[in-house]
């Protein structure tokens, strides 16, 4: 059921969405077809803004229906996303050696370990500012 409230779908909220989800699917077009030096992944930056995009899409399709609480769970996994790449992206500057595969990321992409805790990425992301 959508929300009828005229002024509500009128919010200035809607049209901001749309322009981080036309801003994601462009950001990801852009780099589909780079490797991501020092990994075995083709495209995982790519793969990360397609599912920011979907997940801001979401975001887009609950408010309209009027289901805001149900948006802080997404708004959530889009703050992860955003730090998982950030902290994924420093660490491969900070770690790359030319012809090298970078062997934390390989193993974050793959499952076989797990990514650092959050205070940890985000305490190097401050570090790094």
Request: overall charge negative.
């Amino acid at each position: 059921m959508m929300v009828n409230d005229e002024k509500y779908k009128e919010h200035k909220v809607f049209s901001e969405l749309d322009e981080y989800i036309d801003f994601y699917h462009r950001l990801s077009m852009s780099v589909t077809f780079f490797a991501t030096m020092e990994t075995t992944a083709i495209g995982m930056d790519s793969y990360v803004y397609s599912s920011i995009q979907g997940t801001v899409d979401s975001m887009k399709a609950l408010l309209e229906k009027g289901r805001i609480n149900d948006c802080y769970s997404l708004d959530r996994k889009y703050f992860d996303s955003v730090i998982i790449n950030t902290y994924s992206n420093l660490y491969l500057e900070d770690h790359r050696s030319i012809g090298s595969i970078v062997d934390k990321i390989n193993n974050w992409l793959h499952g076989k370990e797990k990514l650092p805790e959050y205070r940890v990425m985000s305490k190097s992301i401050v570090m790094s500012i």
